[in-house]
Nanobody, 121 residues
Framework: QVQLVESGGGLVQAGRSLRLSCVVS????????MGWYRQAPGKQRELVAE???????KYADSVKGRSTLFRDSAKNAMFLEVDSLKPEDTAVYYC???????????????WGQGTQVTVSS
């Protein structure tokens, strides 16, 4: 059974940095795409950063220039670092992944349970 396990959220002061981690657990053949989304109270879930086909990273304008998305393929893990945190970064952050499960091409996609990030001013 494939699961996404997130960690790294918490209470952070404005201006500080934070690293979120997402690990794909279970037996998989390959990770096709991964990304981070966030949802603030009363707002829709929005993209923060994701890997596009070909390996290029895509960032939302709200975090562009102060965030870095990177992967550790050996550990089936993805990390999101956000610098210069702002109170408006406060949200539940969700990891997303689309994977291929086997050589036949069976696919799976899903979300992590979410991790709360609260930025105090």
């Amino acid at each position: 059974q494939v699961q996404l396990v997130e960690s790294g959220g918490g209470l952070v002061q404005a201006g500080r940095s934070l690293r979120l981690s997402c690990v794909v657990s279970g037996s998989i053949f390959s990770i096709d795409d991964m990304g981070w989304y966030r949802q603030a109270p009363g707002k829709q879930r929005e993209l923060v950063a994701e890997t596009e086909k070909g390996g290029r990273m895509k960032y939302a304008d709200s975090v562009k220039g102060r965030s870095t998305l990177f992967r550790d393929s050996a550990k089936n893990a993805m990390f999101l670092e956000v610098d210069s945190l702002k109170p408006e970064d406060t949200a539940v952050y969700y990891c997303y992944a689309g994977v291929t499960l086997d050589e036949v091409g069976t696919t799976w996609s899903g979300w992590g349970q979410g991790t709360q990030v609260t930025v105090s001013s």
